[in-house]
């Protein structure tokens, strides 16, 4: 009876996730008074919009076949090694610059990257508006991939392209020379 009772309120758990903000209910740049923009993050932090798949484009910065292209290449890698890999892209009406990497962090937590007993989940978090990118790693991940490791990648293959406005293709080197990181490691700790 008491593991029938665990299930239940774990199932319950799992289904209340579910259930959280929707992407409908996220509302793209606006126009807003500073005390509204304060209230809109803050309901934004309390109940983050419901993950829609590996790649949640809430700034547009892709078109849906470049979309699917970064989904196909994370649920690869995902079945080939368990890595939870998710884009996220926000404007700066969710958050605030000063808390981005706090945000991305948060949606690594509440939105389960990576699987609980690997710690092994990666969020790419963009913002064009700030002009930031920030990759945060669970810590089942610093095997694969260090600190300076990942702000080489940063420099090296997203910024440029950044640079020039071509978010895609930034985002497709940098994810591709992420894989190709895990990959190498992938042998040596498998």
Not at 18 to 46: C, E, F, G, N
Not at 58 to 78: D, I, K, T
């Amino acid at each position: 009876m008491k593991i029938v009772s665990v299930l239940f309120a774990c199932l319950f758990l799992f289904d209340s996730g579910l259930t959280a903000q929707t992407v409908s209910d996220y509302h793209p740049y606006k126009a807003m008074s500073p005390a509204q923009l304060q209230k809109y993050r803050q309901s934004i932090w309390d109940t983050l919009p419901a993950a829609v798949g590996w790649v949640n484009d809430f700034e547009g910065l892709y078109n849906p076949v470049q979309e699917n292209n970064l989904e196909s290449m994370l649920q690869h890698l995902e079945k080939r090694t368990s890595i939870e890999i998710c884009i996220v892209t926000v404007d700066s009406n969710m958050v605030a610059d000063n808390k981005f990497d706090d945000f991305a962090y948060l949606l690594l937590k509440k939105w389960g990257i990576g699987k609980i007993s690997k710690s092994n989940g990666i969020v790419i978090c963009i913002s064009k508006d700030y002009r930031k990118i920030f990759v945060c790693t669970d810590f089942g991940i610093n095997k694969y991939m260090d600190y300076d490791e990942k702000y080489r990648i940063i420099n090296k293959y997203i910024i440029p392209s950044f640079a020039k406005n071509d978010y895609y293709q930034g985002t497709l080197d940098g994810l591709n020379a992420i894989i190709k990181r895990i990959d190498k490691k992938w042998k040596h700790y498998n």
